[in-house]
């Protein structure tokens, strides 16, 4: 699925079922992304504290350059409709 010039980057780690659910789905729907891997890096889930307040993930940005923004409840409806919208 293409989607305009937007740009999904999705901060997962290893063993994280709702990650491999989340990555499966987009995979499925052929949605590409970049991956940032969070795991024994503590420095990257410092990012997402500060962004978002938390620490965990499954964590979705999807920007077009000027703007961006996330999906940090793992839906992939959620995360679809940003990439059409």
Partial sequence: ????????????RAG??????LKAQLANNGIDYVSIDVEGKNELRD??????GIRHVPVAEIGDGESYAAVTDGSFEKIQALLQA
Avoid: D, P, R, T
Wanted: hydrophobic share 40%.
């Fill in 47 to 52: 990012v997402l504290e500060a962004k978002y």
């Fill in 16 to 21: 994280c079922e709702s990650c491999q659910q």
């Fill in 1 to 12: 699925m293409k989607m305009s010039n937007k740009k999904l980057v999705l901060w997962n």
